[in-house]
T-cell receptor
Framework: DGGITQSPKYLFRKEGQNVTLSCEQN?????MYWYRQDPGQGLRLIYY???????QKGDIAEGYSVSREKKESFPLTVTSAQKNPTAFYLC??????????????FGQGTRLTVV | AQTVTQSQPEMSVQEAETVTLSCTYD???????LFWYKQPPSRQMILVIR??????QNATENRFSVNFQKAAKSFSLKISDSQLGDAAMYFC?????????FGTGTSLTVIP
């Protein structure tokens, strides 16, 4: 079945450590996105990519980094510079919009907790 | 900048009744699309319904329908014959270009 897979589902990190969240899709989508979800704040865009080896910062990119070496993969690294990393992280993908709507498909999410 | 506003953090509805969730948006783009997503306790985001801004006819998907008021930039979701499985967080979203902008969500409780 086609879809988006995020791993792990739960992740614990010690303060000062970097951690990488995995996101893989087999939908042949060009665009991929990382969102952070906090209670009462909806989904906020961290980074997005529309093509391999290219990505753009979203609204809250500070303390995060990404790579897009393959079309299928868009890992997110939460660095020690991120002051408040405890949150729920969602990865999404979509086709590039040429004509008509292109819905975003989401992974199951990763819950990151700093201990 | 695009903004999406959901002014109802929480809503409740009696089972089998109808409920309407509100959403307003602001965009300067003429080409945009609107969505409602559902996030149940599993936290998997599921598309409920979509609306093309250039279409005057309101979208409908079974028990779910929208009231799209383009001039007012309003996009509300009506759930008819509410079921226990409808209990979830609902997010309104606006797509412009290849970007999606989400509201802060409305938590819907369904009372048996």
């Amino acid at each position: 079945d086609g879809g988006i897979t995020q791993s792990p589902k739960y992740l614990f990190r010690k303060e000062g450590q970097n951690v990488t969240l995995s996101c893989e899709q087999n939908l042949n989508h060009d665009a991929m996105y990382w969102y952070r979800q906090d209670p009462g704040q909806g989904l906020r865009l961290i980074y997005y990519s529309q093509i391999v080896n290219d990505f753009q910062k979203g609204d809250i990119a500070e303390g995060y980094s990404v790579s897009r070496e393959k079309k299928e993969s868009f890992p997110l690294t939460v660095t020690s510079a991120q002051k408040n990393p405890t949150a729920f992280y969602l990865c999404a993908s979509s086709t590039l919009k040429v004509v008509g709507a292109t819905e975003a498909f989401f992974g199951q999410g990763t819950r990151l907790t700093v201990v | 900048a695009q903004t999406v506003t959901q002014s109802q953090p929480e809503m409740s509805v009696q089972e089998a009744e109808t409920v309407t969730l509100s959403c307003t948006y602001d965009t300067s783009e003429s080409d945009y699309y609107l969505f409602w997503y559902k996030q149940p306790p599993s936290r998997q985001m599921i598309l409920v319904i979509r609306q093309e801004a250039y279409k005057q006819q309101n979208a409908t998907e079974n028990r779910f329908s929208v009231n799209f008021q383009k001039a007012a930039k309003s996009f509300s979701l009506k759930i008819s014959d509410s079921q226990l499985g409808d209990a979830a967080m609902y997010f309104c979203a606006c797509q412009t270009g290849n970007q999606f902008y989400f509201g802060t969500g409305t938590s819907l409780t369904v009372i048996p």
